[in-house]
């Protein structure tokens, strides 16, 4: 079952290194994203942190993979508990002063969603598209 990663792209009106900064620094993270108590744009660097719903959190737990500074992070996305491996990709280009981010989720078909529907792709979907079509946007262009 080899499944197409989920894709998102979004362009902020925000200069690259405001975007880079966003994405990497953990107390800039904490404002949009998600509280992580350690965080270092280095590969092999160990993180997690909880979220979830009302009903139900999950730890994730996650490994740098890949760094390109200024361009490009990955990080694998597991939760403690539960089967599945995936990796999540941030690539950011700089257009005309403004900076889009792509962002790809792969591997989601390796989490149990038929156990679990928190775990279905559309649950990724709607997340990610919460997250860098609101968070990160109000984030990045209210200052």
Not at 23 to 35: A, H, L, P, S, V
Not at 77 to 93: F, I
Request: net charge negative; aromatic share 14%; charged share 35%.
């Amino acid at each position: 079952m080899n499944e197409q990663p989920f894709v998102i792209e979004r362009t902020y009106n925000a200069p690259l290194e405001k975007v880079w900064k966003a994405i990497t620094d953990r107390t800039e993270m904490k404002k949009w994203y998600f509280d992580i108590a350690e965080f270092k744009p280095e590969p092999g660097f160990e993180f997690s942190f909880t979220a979830g719903d009302k009903n139900k959190s999950y730890l994730h737990l996650c490994r740098v993979t890949d760094v390109e500074q200024g361009r490009k992070i990955a990080y694998t996305w597991r939760y403690e508990g539960y089967e599945g491996d995936s990796e999540v990709t941030w690539e950011l280009t700089e257009e005309n002063g403004k900076t889009r981010v792509r962002l790809t989720h792969s591997g989601l078909e390796t989490f149990p969603a038929e156990k679990n529907p928190d775990l279905t792709k559309k649950n990724f979907e709607q997340g990610w598209n919460e997250i860098l079509g609101k968070s990160l946007m109000e984030y990045l262009e209210k200052q």
